[in-house]
Structure formats: C-alpha cells, structure tokens
C-alpha cells in the first residue's frame, strides 16, 4: 500500500490486485492505522484493484463507517471496470462515490 501526504488529504493506493477473504484483513488493517495516524479527509486509489469478493466490499464499507463517524470524508477513485460492475450488480454504487 503507497500513502501519499497530499495537503488536507491522505491518498492511499491499494497495490493488490484483488481484495477477497483471503488479504482482506491485513488490508484492512494497515488502512486503520493510516486513518489512525493521519485525521484526514482520505482519497483511496483503487486503479489496481480489478477483483473484489463480498468480504472486500464488506471491508471498505467497514473503511466508510469508520470514516463517517470521525466526520472525515472518504473517495474512492480509479475503479477498474470488473470492480466497478460488482458494486453495481449488488447495487453498491449508490453507496461508493464512483470517481
């Protein structure tokens, strides 16, 4: 995972190419402690991510929550189209913000 220090901004890439129940967690996990370290608006770079199973979309849900309850604003940006399609088959793209 690459962070970048962008202003009032923290940007983070995911560099996995897939996020299911396999690397979810540990991904989860180092996501936490940079929203833990850096009490920023956050913008998440998805541009390599092109395989998401219900445990990952259950995971950057997990990501939103946390960052709504800190008040803080969360983006996702660069979803691959395969990731794209999954959250609006299972009608999550009401809830993502697709930039």
């Not at 803080?72 to 299972?90: A, E, H, Q």
């Amino acid at each position: 995972m690459v962070t970048a220090d962008i202003g009032d901004v923290i940007r983070i890439t995911i560099e996995a190419d897939e996020i299911d129940f396999d690397n979810f967690k540990p991904i989860q996990e180092r996501i936490h402690r940079i929203l833990r370290a850096h009490p920023r608006d956050i913008v998440i770079n998805m541009e390599r991510v092109d395989f998401i199973d219900s445990a990952g979309i259950a995971m950057l849900l997990k990501v939103i929550e946390s960052v709504d309850v800190e008040k803080r604003s969360i983006d996702f940006v660069n979803f691959t189209d395969n990731v794209r399609n999954t959250l609006t088959v299972v009608n999550l793209s009401r809830i993502f913000k697709i930039v």
